[in-house]
């Protein structure tokens, strides 16, 4: 991922949800309308669908092409045997091609051997060969070269996401109690890796009769809930599903559970997804959103 990566509670106003549609058209129509934006932006050149290798990288030279004799091989028939090379000290990567390979640094023909900015910075410089495209990615102390393939299997094959039906019920206003100062809280990523991530409160609510506490982490001026129900491992993802809500204001914030979605590896093998932290883990099943993706195993 990350990715490309980071990062999507509360006193609800009914407490009980009913297991019918919301009959207001115009909530329908909004919801139908983002979910067409998500869909969209998984299917979109460099989305998450096209996402097609993670290289770890070692010191000193990490040849790339499509030959079996580099350290990154690339897809079958996407670039020349033998393209170029990631340089890697101590933290630092160029990009080296070899002569008469048509490759682009942010769009720009590559001449010389160009320095790589991270994901880690905000705004990670992007290598592109053709269909491919690449950029270096910091997980922990680890850096990798990501891999993105705009003629991937996956992207071609998506057929479009499984959603719950629209229920009103699940867009729940909470209370939402803010830390004198954010507090870091403990990550586990999909890799094993720990890292910790800046949380600005918490949200309460009351869900089918049960209590129910979530912590976000703050990405892009939004907070992002990472979670778990009983749905998941059922009817959604089983390592569980990623929400994004605005910042609280007086108090209160709005967690549309309508607009949970799985997380980038249940799309791809590629992505570094973080995972649920334990207070995160719901004691009641949250049947809106995202179901599990049609290729993993659902019983839904």
């Not at 990567?93 to 880690?120: C, H, K």
């Not at 830390?179 to 009351?206: C, H, K, W």
Request: glycine share 8%; hydrophobic share 35%.
């Amino acid at each position: 991922m990350h990715a490309r990566r980071l990062l999507h509670i509360c006193v609800a106003l009914a407490a009980f949800a009913p297991a019918v549609q919301s009959g207001d058209p115009s909530y329908r129509e909004s919801i139908e309308k983002w979910r067409v934006r998500y869909e969209a932006d998984l299917k979109q050149d460099n989305g998450w669908l096209a996402l097609a290798g993670l290289f770890w990288l070692k010191e000193g030279d990490n040849t790339f092409g499509s030959g079996p004799g580099n350290d990154l091989v690339l897809p079958s028939g996407s670039a020349p045997e033998s393209a170029g090379t990631f340089v890697f000290n101590h933290g630092a990567t160029r990009v080296l091609v070899r002569e008469g390979v048509p490759a682009s640094f942010n769009g720009q023909p590559i001449r010389t051997a160009m320095p790589l900015q991270p994901d880690a910075t905000g705004k990670p410089d992007r290598v592109t060969l053709g269909q491919l495209s690449m950029v270096v990615i910091k997980r922990g102390g680890r850096y990798a070269v990501r891999l993105w393939d705009n003629n991937s299997p996956a992207r071609r094959s998506y057929q479009g996401s499984h959603w719950f039906p629209i229920q009103e019920a699940y867009r729940i206003t909470a209370q939402f109690t803010s830390y004198p100062q954010p507090r870091m809280i403990p990550i586990l990523n999909v890799l094993g890796q720990t890292e910790p991530s800046p949380s600005p409160g918490f949200a309460t609510f009351d869900l089918n009769g049960k209590r129910c506490r979530l912590e976000p982490m703050l990405e892009d001026n939004r907070l992002f809930f990472v979670f778990k129900d009983l749905t998941s491992g059922n009817q959604t993802y089983a390592a569980g599903r990623f929400l994004y809500a605005p910042l609280p204001k007086d108090g209160q914030v709005v967690l549309d559970f309508n607009q949970a979605t799985n997380p980038p590896c249940a799309f791809t093998a590629y992505a570094t997804c973080p995972l649920p932290p334990r207070q995160n883990w719901l004691a009641v099943a949250v049947p809106a959103g995202e179901k599990t993706y049609s290729h993993a195993k659902s019983s839904d």
